[in-house]
């Protein structure tokens, strides 16, 4: 019923940027709030930055000031701005959203893009 489509991963020194996009399908983008995960290897999930049906964000503390969460309800499309990226910064990103009621109600996740950060 939802699907969830993130692009926009690569290869970037450290210093560099990334924008990161997640197109999603089968809910009512406007109506349900937005999470970008990351996962590397042998570390926890991490919840990165969320945005709010209201526009409202939040951000790890691991993040905060570097990255950018928004949306555009319009395009169904969520984006993750990255900038002064480093090493630790490299995982596996994740776009995810929990609808709460009706007939979608679950939790969807894209199927994520390499962000890797290496000089």
């Known amino acids: 019923q939802v699907q969830l489509v993130e692009s926009g991963g690569g290869l970037v020194q450290p210093g560099g940027s990334l924008r990161l996009s997640c197109v999603a399908s089968g809910t009512i983008f406007s109506f349900n709030d937005m999470n970008w995960y990351r996962l590397a290897p042998g570390k ?11 526009g409202s964000t939040n ?54 893009t390499q962000v890797t950060v290496s000089s």
């Open 44 to 54: 926890e999930r991490e919840l990165v930055a969320s945005i709010t049906v209201t």
């Open 59 to 112: 951000y790890a503390d691991s993040v905060k000031g570097r990255f950018t969460i928004s949306r555009d309800n319009a395009k169904n499309t969520v984006y993750l701005q990255m900038n002064s990226l480093n090493p630790e910064d490299t995982a596996v990103y994740y776009c995810n959203v929990r609808p709460r009621f009706g007939v979608i109600k679950g939790d969807y996740w894209g199927q994520g």
